[in-house]
Nanobody, 121 residues
Framework: QVRLVESGGGLVRPGGSLRLSCAAS????????MGWYRQAPGKERELVAV???????RYVDSVKGRFTISRDNAKKTVYLQMNSLKPEDTAVYYC???????????????WGQGTQVTVSS
């Protein structure tokens, strides 16, 4: 059993900052790719940022220069630092990870429960 637990969402004014965290726990052998997705009301879920085990990163164009994804492999945690937030960043943010489970289990994809980010004055 693997769990991804997000934290750090909330209400912030335009131009403000938030830092999201997502910790993986359970019978984990290796956490490879980790990422953040978001889903706004009435819209499809979209990839925001992803970081590989080698720490290469990729961002959706709309957040480049404002958001930074990072990870702490010892803590099995991924972070999303969000600066210069805009109302259009309002969404539920979901953590996602590819995890190799157990002693010799395969790699599976997991989702967190989501955390609400609201940008409003």
């Amino acid at each position: 059993q693997v769990r991804l637990v997000e934290s750090g969402g909330g209400l912030v004014r335009p131009g403000g900052s938030l830092r999201l965290s997502c910790a993986a726990s359970g019978w984990i052998r290796v956490v490879s790719s980790m990422g953040w997705y978001r889903q706004a009301p009435g819209k499809e879920r979209e990839l925001v940022a992803v970081i590989s085990s080698a720490e290469s990163t990729r961002y959706v164009d709309s957040v480049k220069g404002r958001f930074t994804i990072s990870r702490d492999n010892a803590k099995k945690t991924v972070y999303l630092q969000m600066n210069s937030l805009k109302p259009e960043d309002t969404a539920v943010y979901y953590c996602n990870a590819d995890v190799a489970v157990g002693i010799s289990g395969g790699t599976h994809n997991y989702w967190g429960q989501g955390t609400q980010v609201t940008v409003s004055s």
